[in-house]
């Protein structure tokens, strides 16, 4: 089944994001502000959104540029850096199509937005373009969230779809509330592949308003795999951490691994 990536970010799904932007906590800021700080120079942020992490960065007087696949997601962005007294430089892109005027210190993918690109081949591509786009001793910077798939479980997944099941729920001006459910809609163990839905619910008190239903997948890696991909895009200096910290992604890691791939300095 093909499904468009953009689906998950249009509609009730970028208030979503919207209010993620506004309230969630920022779990891997410093994280990825300490490589901007470290490399100094310019940033790209690669799946850059509502601007949860971006305009943060901008606030702090980094200079760091931003694309997104999504134009409504980057018109969310646009309204709030507006709001904020900002004005950041945006560009709609896939990220597999990057294609930028010039070069940047640093790029990083948060969110493990990575996995949202589907095909291998425009994977790896992303890698290459990313690598391209990079200063020489330029780092690149992304995590993707730990599989939690069982591949010794007796029976085979399913049944699909699955249950709804709570995501979020956020509070919205007035009465209104935005309630997040999702269910899986399917698994293929072989390649990697999770599908979903994720149903969106607007409501003015106990009055729905609005109900959407975005359909959407994703792929899940594991180390090895992605330290081959990035060195058959080119990068040969790879580390590997644990939940954002600075240790070295181990079992003892539960939740992401987080890939700083350094662009050779001879090139």
Known sequence: MHFDERDLYTGLATLHWMTISQTDSRWDQAFYQHIIEGNGG?????????????????????DVEGIDFSGEMLAVCREQATALGLQPVLYEQPMQALDLPH??????IPCGSFICVMDREAAV???????????????????IYLADYNYSQAAAPGPFPGEWKPRAEKQLPGQRRLVVTVRET?????????????????????????EEIHSGQGRWYFRNELLLMLRIAGFSQVVVKGDYTDEEFSAK???????????DRAD
């Not at 399917?186 to 619910?201: F, K, L, S, T």
């Open 42 to 62: 310019r940033a790209l942020e690669i799946g850059c959104g509502a601007g949860r992490l971006l305009l943060a960065y901008l606030q702090a007087g980094l």
């Open 103 to 108: 070069t940047f210190h640093t790029i990083y």
């Open 125 to 143: 591509e992303t890698l290459r373009r990313c690598y391209a786009h990079l200063e020489p001793g330029g780092t690149l910077a992304f995590n």
């Open 186 to 210: 399917g698994i293929d163990p072989v390649e990697q592949i999770w599908m979903e839905q994720r149903r969106y619910q607007l409501y003015d008190g106990d009055q729905l308003l609005e």
């Open 253 to 263: 890691h539960t939740r992401t691994m987080v890939f700083l791939a350094t662009k």
